[in-house]
């Protein structure tokens, strides 16, 4: 059985920022032939509830920003990522949450150093080392309308 790694939020874990969820029935209904491989990269690293973060560019680098601190939280966020896709090598699919500065693959709302918005097609940082490691990725709201008929 394939294996997909999924956001753990759209399975209805309550790890959003905000304690809540974003489970999506029909997006598990499409994966249901594959073994589905939680993560949640933010609750893991800085526990729910929690400050929101967003993607900020600095120096040609996207870098995770506190909102609550202004400070680079990406680090705690990549290591988890790494050590995932280290302990999960058969994973063959990503399917992170659209627009979350973690999950994004290719909708997360990207700022200057002065939170002017720049662009909504940013990668978060756990969809970073998927992409790097070559895995097929997917926003979740993408691969839904894609594979829905």
Request: aromatic fraction near 8%.
């Amino acid at each position: 059985m394939k294996k997909v790694a999924l956001s753990a939020c759209l399975l209805g874990c309550t790890c959003r920022y905000d304690s809540d969820d974003n489970f999506n029935e029909n997006l598990l209904n499409l994966l249901n032939s594959y073994e589905i491989i939680p993560f949640c990269p933010e609750d893991h690293c800085f526990g729910t509830p929690r400050p929101t973060m967003d993607l900020v560019e600095v120096d040609k680098k996207t870098l995770a920003i506190s909102n609550a601190n202004q400070e680079n939280i990406s680090d705690p966020i990549s290591v988890y990522a790494k050590d995932f896709f280290i302990k999960n090598p058969e994973i063959e699919l990503f399917i992170g949450k659209d627009r979350s500065p973690s999950c994004a693959v290719k909708s997360g709302k990207v700022y200057d150093v002065e939170k002017n918005l720049l662009h909504k097609k940013g990668t978060g940082l756990m969809s970073k080392v998927a992409l790097d490691l070559g895995i097929e990725s997917w926003d979740a709201e993408v691969y839904e309308a894609s594979h829905t008929s």
